[in-house]
Each structure stands twice: as structure tokens, then as C-alpha cells.
């Protein structure tokens, strides 16, 4: 089954983790160990509840190294499943599938810690109608792949980047001389969408005015953000983000804002505990 992502390129993701992997000399402990026409089968499985994201990547690893590989996905990238849930099964070249295991692990480990986290935040909010957004504190190279990930978990991608849309912060307000200058300059430039950051309620005056098409209430107590949400009424979407944890984000959004942004998402997500059993085929 293809897997494509905007942005990304899953045949070069592959070529450079095996280039890091496998250096100059390859996979010298399975060469020696392993004969070269043994083939296994095995399972993948998770040792924890998980929202699953990254099986199809896994796969990929696995068919670059064994394109004759018989894989079985038992689970889709999205949903959630119990501790003990076999999530693919395989069958093939024993040197190929020892020598992409690491990657394959890797790589559903780290996408489903993401998704799992994020799906626990979603159910945090699901009965207030906020919408969870992910951040661009992802880790240099894997943006792509981890916006993937918490949209598995139920979130929406906030900006992919600094290209889609304009968010003017405090240094950006600093240099441009106040936060009404610094919009103004954004609407100059015929930029659509412009995200602007207020800590302050006397900022969302000016921030509107000057035209702002969104407001980031940043480190805002939960009074402030409902105060504030009430000034700006439906002007324009809010936004809650700063310090937001799984304990406080229910507080946050029944505030009225129409989302929160969480960073720790993909800055901070434990990777899921998942395995790879093999046995050899008689």
C-alpha cells in the first residue's frame, strides 16, 4: 500500500536511515549470524494501549530491504488499541528483517507515542467542541511525519511552517515598535492569514484593529482567557497556548476559546512501547 505525505519523501527517509544505520560495512552481525536464505516470521505488537501511527512507514522499511516480504497489517494508523494488540505480522527474508527492525520500531514507536498523547488531550475536550492543534516544535526533519502523527491522534496541524501563514510574536511586536505596527506591516505585505500572539488584553484591541485574522491568547490564567474571549467576541477565531498539561486543558477550553495548541505533543511524547518477536521458519 503507498503512503504519501505533503512534503515529504518517504523513499529518501528510507535511503538516509539505512545510510546512518548501516554505514560502510552493513549489517555485519546478521551476515555473520544469520544465513543468507533463512527466512522468519514475526509480530508486531504493542506492550501498551496506543493510538497506532506508522505502520505503513514501517512497512516501507521492511519491502526496501525485502520486496517479496507477505505483510499483514492487522490495525489501521488511527486507531486505538489495547496493550497486547498484535499490529502486523510478516514473513520473510531473515537478514532483510533483522536489518530493518530498528527503523521500523523506531519510527512506530516515536508516531505512536505522538498519537497516543495527542489522543489524550482530544478526549480531554471532547465534550467542549475545541479543536486541539499540534505546534512547530517538532523535531528538525520529522515535521511531516509528526504533524502525521497527531492527526492520527485526532488534533489538526496548526502552520506546517513559517511560510503558511504569518504569526506575529513578542520579539516580532519588540522590533516593529508595537503590536498594531507589526500587523499593519503584515497586512502590507498581502499576507491572508495573520496569527497574533497577545499576553495582555490591551494588545487585542490593536491586534483587531490593525487586522489580525486570529488572536493567540499565550500564558493567559483562565479568567483573563474568558475576559478576553468575551472582548473579542466572533471577530475572529482564539487560540489558548502556553503551559497547557492534560490536567488543565479541560479548564482551558470550556474559557470559549476555539482552540489550543500544545507543544509538548511532539517536543515531549514518550515513545510507545512496541515489540518485534521473530521465529525461524522450519
Not at 497586512?187 to 490593525?210: F, W
Given at each position: 500500500?503507498s503512503?504519501s505525505?505533503?512534503?515529504?519523501?518517504?523513499?529518501?527517509?528510507?535511503?538516509?536511515?539505512?545510510a546512518?544505520?548501516l554505514?560502510?560495512?552493513?549489517?555485519?552481525?546478521s551476515?555473520?549470524?544469520i544465513?543468507?536464505?533463512?527466512?522468519?516470521?514475526?509480530?508486531?505488537?504493542?506492550?501498551?494501549a496506543?493510538?497506532?501511527?506508522?505502520?505503513?512507514?514501517?512497512?516501507?522499511?521492511?519491502?526496501a530491504?525485502?520486496?517479496?516480504?507477505?505483510?499483514?497489517r492487522l490495525?489501521a494508523?488511527g486507531?486505538s488499541?489495547?496493550?497486547?494488540?498484535?499490529?502486523?505480522?510478516?514473513?520473510?527474508?531473515a537478514?532483510?528483517?533483522l536489518?530493518?527492525e530498528?527503523?521500523?520500531?523506531?519510527t512506530?514507536?516515536?508516531?505512536?507515542?505522538?498519537?497516543?498523547?495527542t489522543?489524550?488531550?482530544?478526549?480531554?475536550?471532547?465534550?467542549t467542541?475545541?479543536?486541539l492543534?499540534?505546534?512547530?516544535?517538532?523535531?528538525?526533519?520529522?515535521?511531516?511525519?509528526e504533524?502525521y502523527?497527531?492527526?492520527?491522534?485526532?488534533a489538526?496541524?496548526?502552520?506546517?511552517?513559517l511560510?503558511?501563514?504569518a504569526?506575529?510574536k513578542?520579539?516580532?511586536i519588540a522590533?516593529a515598535?508595537s503590536?498594531?505596527e507589526?500587523?499593519?506591516?503584515?497586512v502590507?505585505?498581502?499576507?491572508?492569514e495573520?496569527?497574533?500572539?497577545v499576553?495582555?488584553?490591551d494588545?487585542?484591541?490593536?491586534?483587531?484593529?490593525?487586522g489580525a485574522?486570529?488572536?493567540?491568547?499565550?500564558?493567559?490564567?483562565?479568567?483573563?482567557?474568558?475576559?478576553?474571549v468575551?472582548?473579542?467576541?466572533?471577530?475572529?477565531p482564539?487560540?489558548?497556548?502556553?503551559?497547557?498539561t492534560l490536567?488543565?486543558?479541560?479548564?482551558?477550553?470550556?474559557?470559549?476559546?476555539?482552540?489550543i495548541?500544545?507543544?509538548r505533543?511532539?517536543?515531549?511524547?514518550?515513545?510507545a512501547?512496541?515489540?518485534?518477536?521473530?521465529?525461524e521458519?522450519?
Amino acid at each position: 500500500m503507498s503512503f504519501s505525505l505533503d512534503r515529504f519523501d518517504l523513499d529518501a527517509f528510507i535511503h538516509s536511515t539505512f545510510a546512518e544505520d548501516l554505514g560502510e560495512g552493513g549489517d555485519i552481525t546478521s551476515a555473520s549470524v544469520i544465513p543468507e536464505t533463512a527466512r522468519f516470521s514475526g509480530v508486531m505488537d504493542s506492550r501498551d494501549a496506543i493510538t497506532v501511527a506508522g505502520l505503513s512507514i514501517a512497512e516501507a522499511f521492511f519491502r526496501a530491504l525485502d520486496p517479496d516480504v507477505e505483510i499483514e497489517r492487522l490495525v489501521a494508523d488511527g486507531d486505538s488499541v489495547p496493550a497486547g494488540t498484535d499490529l502486523m505480522k510478516l514473513t520473510g527474508l531473515a537478514r532483510a528483517m533483522l536489518t530493518a527492525e530498528r527503523s521500523a520500531l523506531n519510527t512506530v514507536q516515536h508516531l505512536s507515542g505522538i498519537a497516543t498523547m495527542t489522543r489524550g488531550y482530544v478526549d480531554e475536550i471532547a465534550d467542549t467542541g475545541v479543536t486541539l492543534l499540534d505546534t512547530r516544535k517538532t523535531i528538525p526533519g520529522l515535521r511531516a511525519l509528526e504533524k502525521y502523527a497527531t492527526r492520527m491522534g485526532g488534533a489538526q496541524n496548526h502552520r506546517m511552517g513559517l511560510w503558511d501563514a504569518a504569526m506575529i510574536k513578542d520579539n516580532h511586536i519588540a522590533v516593529a515598535g508595537s503590536v498594531g505596527e507589526a500587523v499593519r506591516r503584515a497586512v502590507d505585505a498581502g499576507i491572508d492569514e495573520i496569527i497574533v500572539e497577545v499576553d495582555r488584553p490591551d494588545e487585542i484591541e490593536p491586534a483587531l484593529e490593525a487586522g489580525a485574522t486570529r488572536l493567540l491568547l499565550d500564558n493567559m490564567p483562565p479568567e483573563m482567557l474568558r475576559s478576553s474571549v468575551e472582548q473579542i467576541g466572533d471577530r475572529v477565531p482564539t487560540e489558548a497556548s502556553g503551559g497547557v498539561t492534560l490536567g488543565s486543558i479541560n479548564e482551558i477550553a470550556k474559557t470559549g476559546v476555539d482552540f489550543i495548541s500544545v507543544g509538548r505533543l511532539t517536543q515531549s511524547a514518550p515513545a510507545a512501547d512496541i515489540g518485534l518477536d521473530f521465529a525461524e521458519i522450519d
